[in-house]
Nanobody, 119 residues
């Protein structure tokens, strides 16, 4: 298992959840995605090893992301959540610097997903 996620659950609208992802090894680019039933997978945020972030408009200013390079962990604080944030959330990693700098992403590894339900 390359990536392990945790922290999903049920939360009321306006509340918050902290999602965590632990990687087996360091990757330059790490990201969070989500997929709701019947919808396409949505990229939420990518963060490089230098801390540079790229957010989707849907979560910008609400879902701050951070990483600890020493521990190979990635954290997403889902804040001020809305019912439309309900989905399975996945973390993924890509070794390439280009992925977090406007280039192609292959997203080499994926977590198993953690469910977030907002009521």
């Amino acid at each position: 298992v390359q990536l392990v996620e945790s922290g999903g659950g049920s939360v009321q609208s306006g509340g918050s959840l902290r999602l965590s992802c632990t990687a087996f090894e360091y990757s330059y680019c790490m990201g969070w995605f989500r997929q709701a039933p019947g919808k396409e997978r949505e990229a939420l945020v990518a963060i490089g090893g230098d801390g540079k972030t790229t957010y989707a408009d849907s979560v910008k200013d609400r879902f701050p992301v951070s990483r600890d390079n020493a521990k190979n962990t990635l954290t997403l604080l889902a804040d001020s959540v809305k019912p439309e944030d309900s989905a399975t959330y996945y973390c993924a990693t890509d070794r390439s610097w280009l992925c977090c700098n406007g280039g192609y992403c292959s997203w080499d590894y994926w977590g198993q997903g953690t469910q977030v339900t907002v009521s």
